[in-house]
């Protein structure tokens, strides 16, 4: 399985766990759900509903 690196600059650590996000670390959080949950789709074989196949 590949890894993958991805760094947001405008966002703080752990941005997407603070109540206090500003707009770019929204933008990072959602960005980095999306590819967290393409990424187990793909190379951990689970369907959109995250269900093993």
Do not use: G, S
């Not at 933008?27 to 190379?43: G, T």
Request: aromatic letters at 12%; a positive charge; charged letters at 40%.
């Amino acid at each position: 399985m590949p890894v993958e690196w991805q760094e947001y600059p405008m966002a703080r650590r752990a941005f997407d766990f603070r109540p206090d996000q500003t707009p770019e670390e929204k933008i990072a959080a959602r960005h980095a759900r999306e590819r967290a949950k393409n990424w187990l789709e793909k190379w951990m074989k689970l369907t959109p509903e995250m269900k093993c196949k």
